[in-house]
Every structure is written in C-alpha cells, then in structure tokens.
C-alpha cells in the first residue's frame, strides 16, 4: 500500500521528469552563490581569439539634424560567440536549450560605435542568453546621436549616406575577431520589413563592410543610405521664390509714372530676403560647396536687383522729359525779378498760353512768324482791367502801352522758345530711349533667366 503514496508519472512508457532553469545554472556553477563568475574571456587556449557575429537592423529614423550634422537612428544590434565553458546536453534537463542570465554575470566584448557623440538614451538590456552549445546571445535597443558629414549641395534633393562603425575598444584581432553575420541585401530587406518611423527621409539601403584598422582591430562599418523626401521643402520654399520672380517679371506691365513700380520691386526682394534668413537657419555652416538652393536664392536676388536698377534709370530718363529745362530757367528768371509787378503777370498769362501751344480757340499759332492771336490779346486786356477793378490802387493803363508790353512778352517768349528748339530738337527723345531700353531689358531678362533656371534644374538632377 505504501508504494501506493509514491507518483509514478509514464508518458508512452516513459518516466516523466521535472526539471528547472536554476538545475541548468547549478550544473554551469553560475547560481548567485557561486564564487565563479566567467569574467575572463572564455576560452581553452589563450592564443585563440574570440570571433564575435554582430548583425544591425535599422529599426527608426527619428531625426537628421542638418545644422549640427547629426545622424539619430533606432537600431536594434545582436552580438554573439562562443564560451567555452559553458555548454550542458539539453536531453538530461528536459530539452532546455536556452536560458537568460544577467548580463554581469558573464564576460562580454567591448563594442564600442566611433561615431556615438551622446550616451546611449535608450537603457541596455538586463540579460543575455546561453544556449546549451556554449553561444552567448546579447541583443540591444539602441538610440544612437551619430555624427555624419552631411552634403547638402543639392537640398532637398540630397542623398546622404551615415556610417555607423563598431569595433572593440581596446581587445585586438589577437584577443577578438568581429565580423558581421548577414550581408548588405540582408540587411536592407531585414531592416524595410521592420522599418517604422523615417521622419523627412526615404530609407534607400544598408551597406556592411568589414576591414582592421592601423590598430589592429576588427571594424564593421554600417553605411546607412537615405534620400530626402522633398515636397515640402518645394511647397514652402522653392515655389514661393519663384512666384516672386513671377511678380518680377510682371511688374514689366507697371506704368513707369509714379513710385508705384519702384515699391512693389522693393517689396518683391524684401520678401527674398526673408526666406534667405530661414534657409540660413536649416543649412550647415561647414558645408564643403555652395548649396544649389542658396544658389537658386542668390541667382533670382540678383536678377530682381538688375531689373530694379533698369527700373530706376528708366524712370530717370522720363522725368527729363516730363520736367525741361526751359522751366527752370523761367522761373530763375522770375526769381531775380524781385517781387511780382504787372508785367510778371501779364508774362505769366502769356507764358501759360504758349507753353500750351494753342489759344481759347484749339488754334495753333507760330510765335516765330510773329503772329499774335487776336483772341489772345482780347483776353489779355480783359486781365488786365480785371486786376484794375480787383486792386483799386492800380493804377490805368491805356491800350498802347499795353500792347507795347504785349509785344515786348512775345519776344520773351520767342527768345526762350527758339532756345528750347536748339537744346532739344525732340523733345521726347529721353522717353522713346527709355520705353526702348525697357523692351530690349525685358527680353534679355526673359532669357536669362530661362538660362538660369534650366542649369540649376540640371545641377539638380545629376547624380551625386
């Protein structure tokens, strides 16, 4: 009866047995209570290295900070090799062939990435795995800020391309041999299946190299290669710059009279500027060539200065004609006259009249023929008696002397015209310059700048 009490378990004839993780850790003498503790490299025979399997997956691309040329991926990266002092038969503790210990424990290569500027954000992974062949198996999350040496010469149309090296800190290829487990195509297909986040970029692929360097050290180089992704850089920048050369361009219709055309070219490239400031702030100071951008900003600024400068002299050449020097003189003339007598006003009827060219009538009259409009004179003695009875203490003038003053204005007047006809024998000839100038300025503009955008839009699409 008391074999009874006793529980004997059989599975098709077989005894079952219960078996634990911490029997496989007694068994290896890596319990908490053991004073060994592995901390050496695991191997039989110094003179042999350890070789370390890593493999990189490029999880995330959470940020590319041009201005700083900073490169911050999510990656997840797996190291293993070989110890020699571990192993078991997996048969004698019910098939278990793995079990997770924590990563102290165990003695681990120094992998370090060369181009890790800040600390690791993301905490390291608290075990690692042993397998009963004696492969230790450590996997980390990692939020890596990288250095890259950004090339913006074709924003936002770049490809950049960021490296990202392992190789142990001080262990030589005596001591550790680190080669990469999976090849670039791996790699890349791995690392598009499992891609999350790419922030502004188009992750394109990964390539691996494995080389030693003149240390002596195993190094695995993983190039991270990735395109922009432009349309909103095109949006808000590139489109916006050129309708404001359209509006250049545009303002060629603008009458010449007035300030208006001058303001709005003014207003045009104060706009221009504005966005030069932006793009000052995204691009890298350390850049080794000019960005084509800065340069399609440059380019379309300095158009827009030549055609405000054509706008100028254009309006400069116009008001020659609007204001003659004819004007100036007379009102010299007035000036050191002293104060405004009679004949003044009578030369300043006069000189209104003819500077019109027509009397009360629409006829046109010949001041160098000597010919007087009748109505002119019938009008100009009617002022005269108006400014009598208006000023009481003038005093009447009979008809004679103010034909005599009459006659004596038209000679003034014949005098100055006949000077006006040597000076300025068209007297419209500074305006028919200019609206030809403008034409001729226009369709060189038109080409140039036709020319222009068409070499930066080649630049743009060659490859790097």
Known sequence: METMWIVLLFTGGALTQTCRFHDVLEHLNLTRDSELFYMTRPVNDHREPTLVTMEMCLYA??????KDQKFIPY????MKWQNDFIWWNKDDFCGIDQVSIPTEVLWKPDITIEEMVEKDKAP??????IRSNGEVEVQNDQVLVSTCRMR??????????????FKSVIQTVEDV?????????????????VMRIQYEWLFISIDITNTTTDENQDKVIYTVYMKRRPMLYIVNFLVPVLFFLGLDLA????????GEKLTFKVTVMLAITVLQLILNEILPASSDQIPLIATYCIGIFG??????????????LIKKDV?????????????????????????????????????????????????????????????????????????????????????????????????????HEDPGKWTQFAKKLNKVFFVVYVVVVCVFLTYIYIEWQKDD
Request: proline share 4%; hydrophobic share 35%; charged share 25%.
């Open 152 to 165: 913006v010469h074709k924003f936002p149309f770049d490809t950049q391309s960021c490296s990202l090296s």
């Open 323 to 423: 204001h003659p020097e004819a004007e100036t003189e007379e009102k010299n003339e007035e000036e050191s006259a002293g104060c405004v007598t009679e004949d003044s006003r009578e030369h300043g009827v006069l000189s209104s009249f003819f500077h019109r060219g027509r009397n009360h009538n629409g006829r046109i009259y010949d001041s160098s023929a000597g010919e007087v409009p009748a109505g002119l004179m019938e009008e100009t003695l009617f002022h005269q008696h108006a400014t009598q009875l208006s000023d009481p203490g003038s005093k009447p003038l009979d008809e004679g002397t103010t034909l005599e003053k009459i006659l004596e204005q038209l000679k003034r007047v014949e005098r100055s015209l006949l000077h006006l006809s040597d000076n």
């Open 177 to 193: 041999r680190l080669v990469a487990s999976e090849n670039s195509r791996e790699a890349t297909q791995q690392s598009i299946e």
């Open 251 to 258: 303002s060629f219709l603008v009458s010449h009279g007035g």
């Open 124 to 129: 390291p992974s608290p075990h690692l795995f």
């Open 303 to 316: 158009l827009m200065l030549v055609s405000l400068l054509e706008t100028i002299v254009v309006m400069y």
């Open 75 to 78: 990656v997840w990266t797996v």
């Open 61 to 66: 691309i959470l940020d590319v900070v041009e």
